[in-house]
């Protein structure tokens, strides 16, 4: 029989071996829903971590009182069909020890495949997180005619599929939401719950100087920059391009690049190009401990990024973080990003791909403390209002009881 207080998840990956975005948010939210009252376990996909090159990864791992549990067979099935049966025994033989009430798995959707079968064969309820459409995330780098290709179109129709056969949908904002929406998913079956913060992000941030000064960063001057994986959609050419243009009218100024990914040598090269490259700093990939620390090093923190299918549906974590950090937010003017900036609210939006009205809405707000002041404290008291894991996890736990009570 199925405990009404247990939760299992089924994720991708997690920490401690990954430190994405993705496994950052599922962290928080198991967090918040243990603080809740639930109690929580964590699955992560067949052969994981292995796979990735922890090759003396363990069967479980705890972070702070969290448990990931590693499927870990001694051999992995030959074929992808076959291997999707494995994991599915896997996680049955998960389940039927720790006899969740709900199962709750995200994107993409062979995971969700894997849990709508073992929901079945326990009879419980399954919930499916959607928290990027990664279809547009594969075609982004390709160019439009990847949108017409055959892959896409499997790759979307799967997704729907298992959007569909969910007892529960659930995203990141409104306009992914729209977007599942409009694949048929009947609009009261899917819920928002947004990226959020907690944590350190809730005690009052430091001033920006103070933040330098941990980090080993001159003190003196502005600051401008982003925390970021460092992929062509982000835009960080963009801003790269608008540091170029503000640089001579700002000796002061420094431009602070957090993050790396494939984007990185050329965004190196292209500063070496400007000339400027003693006042650009890659600070390369950072500990989740330390990320606090660079979102309050800058006065203004950008999200420059490309408008692409994928950049106007999916809304990012680190701009959340920065609003709560109390730093003004630049973003470009896409529905995803206007769910979190509110243009002259708590921050400034910008034309996409354009460099010089990006330099433009930088300087505006570098030419004014009191601004950028008013704008930063707008931005934390409406993030700490309404977007932290702990509101989300009320959200869930709603959601969870509904579902549990319905008739099956």
Known sequence: MPSPGRVLHLLTNSLPHTSSGYAQRSHSMLLAQQEAGWDVLAVTRLGYPVQVGKLLARSMDAVDGIRYRRLLPATLAPSMDARLQQQADE????????????????????????????????GIPWVYEVRGQLADTWASARGPAARESERYHLFQKRETEVMRDADLVVTLGSAMKANIVSGGVPPEKVIVAPNAVGGVFLSDPLDAAVARLKLGLPTNGQYVGTVSSLVPYEGIDDLIGAFELLAPRHPDLRLLVVGDGESLPSLMGQAERTGLSDRIIFSGRVSREQAPLYHQALDVFVVPRKDLAVTRSVTPLKPVEALACGRPVV???????????????????????????????????????????????AGRRDVLDSRTWRANATTLNTAYKQLMEAPC
């Open 331 to 377: 973003a470009s003017r896409l529905a995803a990003l206007e769910e979190i900036v509110t243009d002259g609210k708590n921050g400034l939006l910008a034309v996409p791909g354009d460099r010089h009205d990006l330099a433009a809405k930088l300087e505006w707000l570098l030419n004014s403390q009191d601004l950028r002041i008013r704008l930063g404290n």
């Open 91 to 122: 996680l049955l033989r998960v389940a039927l020890e720790f006899k969740p009430a709900v199962l709750h798995t995200t994107t993409h959707y062979v995971n969700g495949i894997v849990v709508r079968a073992v929901a079945e064969a326990l």
